[in-house]
């Protein structure tokens, strides 16, 4: 594999989260929701290698966050050397709305599973309070964040905004090759393409406790390749 | 909260031994949870040498290969292997390292687990117990590197991807990739298949010696389709076939494709004196002298891979290279002592010789395929005289003559190709199972010298004829169960009772015969080419002729009672006895019984199999 690097986020461009976090520990309105802000961010000056990490994935009705919901989520804490399955944690949500054939297929939750869960706003304390302190680590941002930002702003009538590590960024960049140096097709960014060429093996894709532990063993496998353990972690997070 | 599954998890692990033998412990699922999972980059330390080991490690994918204290290489492990537990049950000392040799991604199992499951579940410990002898051995070996080439993998050879040219290159360019790469031998490709090599001899002698130009198509001096080998194949075979052949490098090929070359340069490297020599030494020979005193070093050879763990299939593969290496040079010395032969012929070597898995105590048993051409009364005294000679060499060698006389010197068993056609045709068309008994040695037949083809089209023929004619699977599978495993009520053993026997039983006659009988004739009903039992089985279960996992059991029964075989025969001849096949249970300890019990349950219940799979229409 070629030795590509990702590009550290310059001091500049840097989001300063720990004045945002203050911030909206002062507006949240009371409850879990500022708790989480209340308790703050992890120091941005932490090393990668020190950064304790939590990987993070959720399985929706579909793709659109305002109108789609969630209906489960995976959490596995690690950090760049081990993952441990101990701390690994998985929920499933009732949605209100009742789920379409297509996505029973995709990740394979049926009607009856749901039926039994809880709906999301009893679980979402649990989830926040297991966010807490950790950096998230996803596979496309767009996605988790999103989903939670309107379930949070639903939930609590505020929204829930935290810094990730995106493995599809990350990938994103190490394969990136001017137009006038690619050929044919840009490598693909899926998860499991991902995970190839990095010669980890092969999982059963969506579910999300699956799914999450795969953007864990990917995040170490970058990590070994293409980052610096040594650099602060406000030089990768979003 | 959901109860988490970690589902991929188990999975992966319960697809191997022997977490596959425990699938239905409920207790994996709370250990799954407490697993850890690195990822490991290739050429790291996961047990750096001397570091004590709280861990037992999975190989989820990738590769390790494991040092022994002194930094030799003792073996590589794969995907689905563990390791780590030998150091566990020492009490987390480590004499190994393990070092990843590709990235890995690695299941770390705490210590408690692994001491719990070790404890409460007699399945796991037996794996392991049977592991930890293998491990302390090993450990022996390192010590004694005498036999490493004999049980290496030829993939731990390699040390460079495989460097090639395509077949159109100039000779100009195939020499410049050479130079820059550094290496001596080029791989040739067409459209990314293997089709030549070229070696810096080659260049030389084909190329500037004969003042050929620079545009020259590389292929015009290359050598066409080169002996490969399997990267499964050890590294003693690289040796032999490198001397056999009288060539310095060989292409690795792994599921079809080349993965590299080894040159006679990197075994040298890797090893400098050794038994393989043995070998060697015996195709250096040129008096019968000589090699009788090599077939002396036999029981040491044979014993010191014992020793070294070598498991039965790589010490049948070893002797029975050792023994053909005999049987070449033999021949060729008496082609030079008596001329070369007036037409072709194919020296056969019949039953464990043949199928690979020869022990240190074997008649010999061979045969001789003349080709058609052959003229009795031209030709008759010629091979009279070699292979009575041969014969009889051999058995100054160690190689006893063969009590029923099924040998090449025998005029019965030298015969011209179409004869031995014949003679199958009859065994097949119109089977007597009286005589079937004493020709099955025959169904397992390899051509060890001369012109082979006459044995291959020989083989051929047995394999059409015998798919061709149910009737006489049905012989085969009858005869096949004729020798019943020692097992008698409530599982104990049924001894020979006879004379100096009386204590014991027959392990070859009662455990590994039956299985070899079975899985021939499950091999010629689905026209299997292999020959070795164990290779028969992989293409028994790929045919899919037995219920899931019983090709498995198979190839498991044989192995644990050709390992208390040749654990028996080694301590036979440390006791300064002859190694026979025969073993007094009350020798055995409480978990090699146990093994041998499941391992003769197998063998009955797949002779029951075979007797309903080949029912004949009359029954």
């Known amino acids: 594999m070629s030795q590509s690097f990702v590009k550290k986020i310059p001091q500049a461009k840097r989001q300063d989260w720990q004045a945002m976090y203050a911030e909206w520990a002062e507006e949240a309105p009371e409850g879990p929701l500022k708790r989480f802000y209340q308790a703050g ?198 | 909260m959901m109860d988490v599954e970690l589902t991929e998890i188990l999975e992966a692990l319960c697809q191997h031994a022997p977490f596959n033998e425990i699938a239905d412990d409920p207790q994996l699922n709370d250990m799954a949870k407490e697993i850890e999972i690195r990822y490991v980059r290739t050429g790291e330390w996961v047990i750096a040498p001397s570091a004590p080991n709280s861990t037992l490690y999975f190989i989820r994918s990738g590769a390790l290969e494991v040092l022994s204290k002194e930094k030799k290489l003792i073996r590589r492990m794969n995907e689905g292997e563990l390791f780590g537990y030998y150091s566990l049950l020492r009490g987390g000392k480590s004499s190994q390292s393990m070092r990843t040799i590709e990235d890995s991604l690695l299941y770390c199992i705490p210590a408690r687990w692994f001491i719990k499951l070790y404890e409460e579940n007699d399945i796991f410990s037996d794996f392991f117990e049977l592991a930890r002898e293998v491990r302390l051995r090993i450990a022996m070996e390192s010590q004694n590197s005498d036999v490493s080439l004999m049980t290496c993998p030829v993939i731990s050879l390699l040390r460079r991807p495989p460097i090639s040219a395509d077949s159109h290159s100039s000779i100009l360019s195939a020499a410049k990739i050479m130079a820059e790469h550094r290496v001596s031998s080029l791989l040739i490709t067409e459209n990314d298949e293997l089709i030549g090599i070229v070696t810096d001899r080659d260049l030389r002698t084909r190329a500037v010696a004969e003042g050929l130009a620079y545009s020259t198509p590389i292929s015009d001096i290359m050598t066409r389709d080169p002996i490969v080998m399997d990267s499964g194949d050890y590294a003693s075979e690289a040796v032999l076939k490198m001397m056999e052949r009288n060539v310095h490098h060989i292409p690795i090929v792994k599921n079809g494709r080349p993965i590299g070359v080894v040159s006679t340069g990197d075994i040298i490297q890797k090893e400098s004196h050794g038994s393989v020599y043995l070998i060697s030494d015996i195709y250096k020979q040129t008096s019968i002298e000589g090699l009788q005193s090599i077939s002396r070093k036999m029981t040491h050879t044979f014993t010191q891979l014992v020793v070294a763990d070598a498991n039965t299939q790589m010490i049948g593969n070893a002797m029975s290279h050792i023994g053909t290496a005999f049987v070449k040079r033999l021949l060729q010395l008496a082609e030079e002592k008596y001329g070369p032969p007036p037409v072709p012929y194919c020296f056969i070597a019949l039953g464990s010789q043949a199928r690979e898995e020869q022990t240190i105590k074997t008649d010999q048993d061979n045969a001789l395929v003349i080709s ?126 006879e004379g100096e ?101 197998i063998v009955s219940r797949q002779q029951e199999f075979i007797k309903f799979r080949y029912a004949g229409k009359r029954s």
């Open chain 2, 372 to 497: 058609d051409l052959y003229n009795k009364k031209q030709h008759g005294d010629y091979f009279e005289t070699l292979t009575d000679w041969v014969c009889k060499r051999l058995d100054q060698c160690g190689y006893d003559l063969c009590s029923g006389d099924i040998m090449a010197s025998n005029p019965r068993w030298r015969q011209p190709l179409s004869v031995w056609k014949n003679n199958f045709s009859g065994w097949i068309q119109q089977p007597k199972a009286e005589a079937l008994l004493r020709l099955s040695i025959f169904f397992d037949l390899r051509g060890v010298y001369g012109d082979k083809t006459l044995a291959k089209q020989l083989n051929q023929h047995i394999r059409q004829q015998a798919q061709q004619h149910s009737g006489f699977l049905t012989f085969m599978a009858r005869n096949a169960n004729q020798r019943k495993p020692p097992l008698g009520f409530f599982r104990q053993f049924v001894l020979d009772g």
């Open chain 2, 501 to 601: 026997q009386s204590r014991t039983f027959n392990l070859k006659e009662r455990g590994i015969a039956p299985i070899i009988d079975i899985v021939r004739v499950h091999a010629l009903a689905c026209g299997s080419e292999k020959l070795n039992t164990l290779e028969r089985i992989a293409d028994i279960e790929a045919a899919g002729l037995l219920p899931d996992g019983r090709a498995k059991d198979l190839a498991l029964a044989l192995e644990m009672i050709g390992m208390i075989r040749i654990q028996n025969q080694k301590d036979q001849i440390e006791a300064g006895e002859e190694p026979n096949n025969h073993v007094n249970p009350e020798n055995l300890s409480s978990l090699e019984k146990r093994n041998l019990r499941d391992a003769f349950h």
């Open chain 1, 41 to 238: 961010i992890i120091a941005p000056q932490q090393l990668l290698k020190d950064t304790p990490l939590l990987a993070l994935d959720l399985e929706t009705t579909g793709l659109n966050p305002s109108t789609d919901e969630i209906i489960s989520l995976g959490l596995i804490p690690f950090d760049h050397k081990i993952i441990r399955c101990k701390g690994a944690r998985y929920w499933m949500a009732k949605p209100e709305r009742s789920l379409n054939a297509e996505s029973v297929t995709i990740h394979e939750i049926t009607h009856t599973e749901l039926a039994e869960a809880p709906r999301l706003e009893a679980i979402l304390d649990e989830i926040l309070s297991a966010l807490t302190h950790k950096v998230i680590v996803v596979h496309c941002v767009a996605i988790e964040r999103q989903f939670l930002l309107e379930a949070s702003l639903k939930i609590y009538g505020y929204p829930l905004y935290f810094p990730v590590l995106d493995t599809m960024n990350i990938e994103r960049q190490v394969t990136f090759k001017p137009w006038w140096q690619r050929f044919g097709k840009r490598p693909s960014l899926r998860l499991d393409a991902c995970r190839q060429r990095y010669k980890l093996p092969r999982y059963k894709a969506h579910h999300a406790l699956t799914d999450a532990l795969s953007s864990a063993e990917l995040l170490q496998a970058q990590i070994a390749y293409h980052m610096d353990p040594n650099a602060d972690i406000a030089s990768y997070w979003l």
